[in-house]
């Protein structure tokens, strides 16, 4: 009789079993199922099946209970950040505060541009011209 290396008789592939300390690390990171899948060597349908064996959930369920604390950590070294590098804290203030920038020109500012060019020979002249008329 062939078996599947386990001892327990059954043909096919050796069970695959997932580390799920592992597993909540990449939860906590925000991989996504097919990553998770890929890195374990398995299908979807084999991570699915481990979490609702161990846990009696689904994937999305357990996925979203420890995707939480990865978001947690984000958000907290993101506060950290803004502290130090500026540019941090304008992205949290326009993206979290509804903050933008705003540039209103008035009186002379709002004022179309004159540029002056000086024409020193006729090759220049053609290709200054040829320029402003693309």
Request: aromatic share 8%.
């Amino acid at each position: 009789m062939v078996t599947n290396g386990n001892g327990n008789g059954k043909m096919g592939r050796p069970r695959k079993e997932i580390d799920f300390k592992e597993l909540e690390k990449l939860c906590h990171i925000q991989c996504t199922e097919i990553e998770i899948s890929e890195w374990f060597h398995c299908s979807v349908d084999t991570l699915n099946a481990r979490v609702k064996e161990k846990f009696g959930i689904t994937f999305a369920e357990y996925f979203e209970k420890y995707r939480v604390s990865g978001k947690v950590a984000l958000r907290r070294n993101i506060f950290k950040l803004s502290e130090k590098q500026g540019h941090v804290a304008i992205f949290l203030a326009k993206n979290w505060l509804g903050m933008k920038d705003s540039h209103e020109l008035t009186g002379d500012e709002a004022k179309p541009l004159k540029h002056v060019i000086e024409v020193i020979d006729q090759e220049t002249k053609k290709a200054v011209a040829d320029f402003l008329n693309e």
